[in-house]
């Protein structure tokens, strides 16, 4: 069964620390994806990466940075964790092309405090 | 710009009733549409997708939709609901690049 595996399920961190979540999937898929899920606000795209070493920024990156070093794998970094970034987040994966549709790992859920 | 609309946050329905959950896209070009199911503390699992072609898909769990490009519309149905079509479902869509644009979602709620 094709997998996308988030490290942690649950984390809680203080403000000001440097937290890593960590997503590997196992499907030779070139793109990898983080987003955020917030109550009323759906799904909202941080940052994508669509080879190794390449990056892009979506919609909200601020206080973020990602890393992609190998294929398998998509590190999101919040560099000086705040309240406000306290949310689930959502890594996922896709083939080269717009029409596959993504495979979602199970989330972490991130408390800030 | 470019945007989904899903109408209506919570559905309710019995169960054995229709399901049916809206979805609506502003897009100029001709889009790549998706909806996804979250049950509770999990990710999106892909439900179905409409790419080219015949424009009523089938997916997982007995749902369909069907794209109606006048109505710019990708609505969300299955004729009977289960106690375990309880979740939230996302409408989504993609023309061509690499982002896909997620709908607010719309939680289903099955009463027995």
């Known amino acids: 069964d094709v997998k996308v595996t988030q490290s942690s399920r649950y984390l809680v961190k203080r403000t000001g620390e440097k937290v890593f979540l960590e997503c590997v999937q196992d499907?030779?898929?070139?793109?990898m994806f983080w987003y955020r899920q917030d109550p009323g606000l759906g799904l909202r795209l941080i940052y994508f990466s669509y080879d190794v070493k390449m990056k892009e920024k979506g919609d909200i990156p601020e206080g973020y940075s990602v890393s992609r070093e190998k294929k398998e794998r998509f590190s999101l970094i919040l560099e000086s964790a705040s309240t406000n970034q306290t949310s689930m987040y959502l890594c996922?994966?896709?083939?080269?092309?717009?029409?596959?549709?993504?495979?979602f790992g199970s989330g972490t859920r991130l408390t800030v405090v | 710009a470019q945007s989904v609309t899903q109408l209506g946050s919570h559905v309710s329905v019995s169960e054995g009733a229709l399901v049916l959950l809206r979805c609506n896209y502003s897009s100029s070009v001709p889009p790549y549409l998706f909806w996804y199911v979250q049950y509770p503390n999990q990710g999106l699992q892909l439900l179905l997708k409409y790419t080219t072609g015949a424009t009523l898909v089938k997916g997982i769990n007995g749902f369909e939709a069907e794209f109606k490009k006048s109505e710019t519309s990708f609505h969300l149905t299955k004729p009977s609901a289960h106690m375990s079509d309880a979740a939230e479902y996302f409408c989504a869509f993609n023309t061509g690049g690499f982002k896909t644009i997620f709908g607010a979602g719309t939680r289903l709620f099955v009463k027995a």
């Open positions: 499907m030779d898929h070139e793109n």
């Open positions: 996922a994966s896709s083939p080269q092309g717009a029409g596959y549709g993504y495979t």
